[in-house]
């Protein structure tokens, strides 16, 4: 079989096919045909070895995938095959709160990814994504997806009538967008791109805001809502963004910490958030039970994941190129 591989060092010149021996499930695991990946900035962090600088070599990258499950070990029951599946991005993280084992247990780091022709995973690290959505778009659902739906839905508790503070138009924000809005939120979406932020609105969005042409944009999204401040963030800046995000938070907000676009680390005006009483939630995409209530929630709502462009499998350098730039809308994915 082919897989992607980071070999020889850190590094986009370093991702290349290799030949392996098709794997064979053991008792409890399920042989996986892969069909779609997708890519998170995650992904292209550790293939540039700023993720995890420690992470052995060869690794096969990569975490949201999809396929067809093509045989069964052992003492397996609750998947058939035939039956179209995602891995979940921890794989020991089935149900609850998250614990060390569970965050320890990731695809694409320290576990081999997604990006193969053929993957054996664990029967219990397995969901069926909706019938109604293609393979590309099903390869999009688990960490994106996931990682929105925890924000807003399992921590954040959104309720219809809340605004939501959407940070740029990445695979993250757009389901933030699109999973707000199907709740009954407001949402405020910000781009630097002024074609970007008006498919944000023909997306459902609100308002916009161009952040390049308002320094202090927390300010102006205080105004968007009269002083009041918004009820979530979703922020995927990280260092660059977070005190702008406190700006523009509503006394009593939530702010979801996902993404380090912006940088790692940040000097935290700590005022704010004692002041403003303020929650800040780490969110390291969610448990297997999150993404089958996030697959519920889509197909209830008839909702389809944003694909911003697709790259043959063997093309993957230059999808993580495009990411590199900055120069996607929604989810890029690969077509095997």
């Given at each position: ?6 070999e ?37 962090m550790t ?5 995890n600088?420690?992470q052995?070599?060869p ?45 320890r ?51 954040g ?11 740029g ?38 308002e916009?805001?161009n ?14 809502t ?12 990280g260092?660059g963004?977070l ?51 996030l697959?519920?929630f ?6 389809k ?32």
């Amino acid at each position: 079989m082919k897989a992607m591989v980071i070999e020889g060092g850190f590094g986009l010149k370093n991702l290349k096919i290799e030949e392996r021996p098709r794997p064979e499930p053991g008792p409890g695991q399920v042989l996986v045909q892969m069909r779609a990946a997708s890519l998170n900035y995650r992904d292209l962090m550790t293939v540039q070895g700023s993720y995890n600088p420690k992470q052995p070599l060869p690794l096969v990258p990569c975490s949201d995938g999809v396929g067809h499950v093509a045989a069964l070990g052992a003492g397996v029951t609750r998947l058939s095959v035939g039956d179209r599946v995602c891995p979940i991005f921890c794989q020991n993280w089935i149900d609850g709160p998250p614990t060390r084992d569970g965050l320890r247990s990731t695809l694409g780091g320290p576990l081999d990814g997604t990006l193969a022709e053929w993957m054996v995973v664990n029967a219990e690290g397995l969901v069926v994504p909706p019938a109604s959505l293609s393979d590309l778009e099903c390869a999009a659902l688990p960490c994106a997806g996931v990682t929105a739906w925890t924000a807003l839905f399992t921590e954040g508790e959104l309720r219809p009538g809340q605004t939501v503070l959407v940070l740029g138009t990445g695979g993250v924000s757009l389901f933030a967008l699109q999973l707000a809005k199907a709740r009954g939120a407001r949402v405020i979406l910000t781009s630097s791109s002024e074609e970007k932020l008006e498919r944000a609105k023909a997306l459902g969005a609100d308002e916009v805001l161009n952040y390049l042409e308002h320094e202090r944009w927390g300010r102006v999204v205080r105004e968007m809502t009269s002083g009041r401040g918004v009820d979530h963030v979703v922020e995927v800046g990280g260092a660059g963004t977070l005190e702008e995000s406190l700006q523009a938070t509503a006394i009593g907000g939530r702010i979801a910490v996902i993404g380090v676009l912006s940088g790692l680390k940040a000097q935290v005006p700590v005022t704010s958030i004692l002041m403003g009483y303020i929650r800040l939630q780490g969110v390291l995409v969610g448990p297997r039970a999150s993404f089958e209530a996030l697959c519920a929630f889509m197909s209830e709502h008839s909702l389809k994941p944003v694909l911003g462009a697709v790259f043959p499998f063997a093309e993957a350098r230059a999808g993580f190129e495009l990411m590199s730039r900055g120069g996607h809308f929604g989810k890029i994915a690969l077509k095997f």
